[in-house]
């Protein structure tokens, strides 16, 4: 009779573990395991990670601790329940910050607005809040899109029709929105939007940046750091596109500085260089004495912010509309009777006139409502503490709430929460109907409310006005369309399109 060694032993005592564990938690939607806690039933599920954390909160309730391996550091509490999320965000606001965790994950940002807490980020959110108060800045913001869209986005698509050719419209309005976005803080156009698509260095180091911080997310913070010390890896190609990132926008800053210097007196719209986010906050900030790493940290931060976030948003929406041909129907009705014609088949698409598209409007919020542009959010307490729910939070807990999962809570959105359904945005009036921004989320909630929300709602409703009156969207036939296990929720492969042009 044979006798078992030492490695088969540990191996059958190794099965019988994993069975024991199985069995014990079979009817539990994640799995603690030995030394790896849950770890494993997130990597089986990556590829479907949202639905698989909406699915865990919905059996625990709403609210569900997330233990990771042993001595990783990845321990967290992740939410969708709304109560919870007004609780971190409003109530209990100073108790909640981004923690030690959120600033080694997104040092890049720096000191900007998304990465600092206390007084730091009082001080940011203060600044940027007197330039969006600018006098003309919402017309400049709105002169600045309309000439992308009339001299890139328009001639593009005309181009692709007349060609036949696909569109990747998720990189196109990538590249539209970091032309926006730049124009708009830099007062440059770095013309990433042409019918070449060109590749353009800067443009790509923001992906790469993206990509590289997914994977500190994912990796223990001992690991990521080891990567970082030898620089190799993801955490080299981090380095190397802040290089050209940082370059960029020294140079920008320079520039301006030198301009500044040059002609004192004018400042704002006055100024003989092109009017900028950036001019305005040199005299707002600086008076002569400026911080070259304030400016680029504040500069860093809306880039970010002015290209993913809106870039998002426009992809899943015009999926959305192209297979609901009712809502399209509806949108051009609203066009054609709210917005006035100017020469040929344009429409005028003046910020007053935009504001009469209510149905529009409802479309984009229901499609942040299901896919918003940052799937989760990051909070730490400084302070023990006590949730609605009922759950204890030990001070320096990391906890995670869902905006993903919070539209697709039916106790908020009803029985049908998983359906676009503009309809639901719209009163008997025919009004918007708010909803508070604990329970519509995308542009989160409580004193961090995006500033951004206004301009946000502008560039989408004039891209998708002037796209949709021009042209007919139609996915290709067999397109894959899931989401990307990112930091932001883009498209895994693109959203591929044929477009007709409507006038002909």
């Known amino acids: 009779m044979a006798v078992l060694g030492s490695g088969e032993l540990l191996a059958a005592f190794l099965v019988f573990v994993i069975i024991y564990y199985w069995i014990l938690n079979r009817r539990t939607p994640i799995t603690k395991w030995p030394v790896l806690g849950m770890l494993p039933g997130l990597f089986l599920n990556k590829s479907s990670i949202y639905d698989y954390v909406t699915s865990v909160l919905k059996e625990q309730g709403g609210t569900a601790m997330f233990e990771g391996p042993w001595l990783s550091n990845m321990n967290f509490f992740c939410t969708s329940d709304p109560l919870n999320v007004q609780h971190i965000t409003s109530t209990k606001f100073e108790n909640y910050g981004k923690g030690d965790d959120f600033g080694e994950i997104f040092e890049i940002l720096g000191d900007g607005i998304f990465r600092s807490d206390s007084l730091l980020w009082k001080y940011n959110r203060t600044i940027l809040h007197s330039v969006f108060k600018q006098a003309g800045f919402q017309l400049f913001i709105h002169k600045t899109i309309m000439k992308k869209i009339e001299s890139s986005l328009l001639p593009f698509l005309d181009h692709a029709w007349k060609e036949g050719l696909e569109v990747d419209l998720q990189d196109v309005f990538q590249r539209l929105t970091f032309d926006n976005i730049c124009s708009i803080v830099l007062g440059y156009d770095p013309n990433c939007l042409s019918i070449e698509l060109p590749h353009v260095a800067c443009e790509k180091a ?152 209510i149905y529009l409007h409802a479309a984009l919020c229901e499609a942040l409502r299901l896919y918003p542009p940052l799937p989760f959010e990051h909070k730490c307490a400084l302070k023990s503490d006590v949730l609605p729910s009922g759950h204890g939070i030990n001070s320096n807990t990391m906890i995670l709430y869902s905006l993903y999962s919070m539209g697709r809570v039916k106790e908020i959105w009803g029985e049908d929460c998983l359906q676009f359904r503009p309809e639901r945005w719209i009163s008997k009036k025919g009004g918007i109907i708010h909803m508070p921004s604990y329970k519509f989320i995308a542009f989160n909630a409580g004193p961090r409310s995006c500033l951004g929300k206004d301009i946000s709602f502008t560039e989408m409703k004039m891209v998708a006005a002037a796209i949709l009156w021009n042209y007919h969207i139609k996915v290709s036939e067999g397109h894959p369309i899931s989401p990307s296990v990112s930091i932001v929720l883009h498209m895994r492969h693109g959203l591929k399109v044929k477009v007709t042009n409507r006038n002909i």
């Open 206 to 357: 923001f992906t790469d940046v993206e990509d590289a911080l997914l994977h500190r997310h994912v990796m223990p913070r001992c690991l990521w750091k080891l990567l970082k010390w030898l620089n190799v890896g993801t955490e080299k190609k981090l380095k190397e596109s802040q290089i050209v990132i940082d370059q960029m926008l020294y140079e920008e800053i320079a520039s301006k500085c030198n301009v500044k210097g040059q002609s004192s007196s004018n400042s704002g719209l006055a100024n003989k260089s092109p009017f900028s986010l950036l001019n305005v906050l040199i005299d707002e900030v600086g008076k002569g004495n400026i911080n070259d790493k304030f400016m680029r940290d504040t500069a860093l931060n809306l880039l970010a912010a002015g290209r993913d976030t809106i870039s998002a948003g426009l992809t899943w929406f015009f999926w959305l509309v192209a297979t609901h041909p009712s809502v399209e129907s509806n949108i051009l009705q609203e066009i054609r009777e709210n917005l006035p014609s100017r020469e040929g088949n344009w429409k005028d698409l003046g910020v007053e006139r935009l504001s009469r598209l």
